[in-house]
């Protein structure tokens, strides 16, 4: 099955400096990639998706990028705020296996001031 | 719109106890997925309900059951508990069709002790 692999784990970055987060995927056939924020005692709240056939998509200060050959996608935030503390999931679903999210193990990110 | 919401938010059970938690999807939506988030980890897809029916199922053992109902809510059942099955218990709805947009409720944090 799908299998999604997320980094780092942790981390830190200033204030107003960008962040990364970089996740790969198993299964060619996945071809929706979302985005999830979860901030403390919350449930994971979609920020950005990507579908297969785009190979980048930016939403303000967020953006995506979307790797088919290499099975890569990233997550970009700049000009980062200290409401941008969070964890962070990536995911990916395949479209014979309808809306079974598959979540990477997500990144924690510390805007530091 | 009141979003995805679940019921109770807290929940401490004794081990080899039952349990239901309680799921209504957005306005809108007809499908209900199921995830149990440990600690530090990502969310793990349980099962899915569309048409009151279980439609696809995780790697989780027959203690865990749900159902739909004909208002599209949902309930999860767990049976004879595990102090493993702490966790926090996440209700995704969405549209049916595969790669559509799910909206996570906040969640029931179970405890077992």
């Known amino acids: 099955g799908e299998n999604v692999e997320q980094h780092p784990s942790t981390l830190s970055v200033q204030e107003g400096d960008s962040a990364v987060i970089k996740c790969t995927y198993s299964?060619?056939?996945?071809?929706?990639f979302p985005w999830y924020k979860q901030e403390l005692g919350k449930g994971p709240q979609l920020i950005i998706d990507?579908?297969?056939?785009?190979g980048e998509k930016k939403d303000q200060r967020i953006a995506v990028t979307l790797n088919k050959t290499a099975k890569h996608f990233s997550l970009h935030i700049t000009e980062t705020q200290p409401e941008d503390s969070a964890v962070y999931f990536c995911?990916?679903?395949?479209?014979?296996?309808?809306?079974?999210?598959?979540f990477g193990k997500g990144t924690r990110l510390h805007i530091l001031p | 719109d009141a979003g995805v919401t679940q019921s109770p938010t807290h929940l401490i059970k004794t081990r080899g106890q039952q349990v239901t938690l309680r799921c209504s999807p957005k306005?809108?939506?007809?499908?209900v997925s199921w995830y149990q988030q440990a600690l530090g980890q990502g969310p793990q897809f349980i099962f899915q309900?569309?048409?009151?029916?279980?439609?696809q199922r995780g790697n989780f053992p027959d203690r865990f059951s749900g159902h739909q109902f004909p208002n599209y809510s949902s309930e999860l059942n767990v049976n004879a508990l595990l102090l493993g099955d702490s966790a926090l218990y996440l209700c995704?709805?969405?549209?049916?069709?595969?790669?559509?947009?799910?909206?996570f409720g906040q969640g029931t944090r179970l405890t077992v002790v």
């Open positions: 309900y569309y048409e009151e029916e279980e439609r």
């Open positions: 306005s809108g939506h007809d499908t």
């Open positions: 995704a709805s969405s549209r049916v069709a595969g790669g559509t947009e799910a909206f």
């Open positions: 995911a990916a679903i395949h479209p014979n296996r309808d809306d079974k999210i598959i």
């Open positions: 299964d060619s056939a996945s071809n929706y």
């Open positions: 990507i579908r297969s056939n785009v």
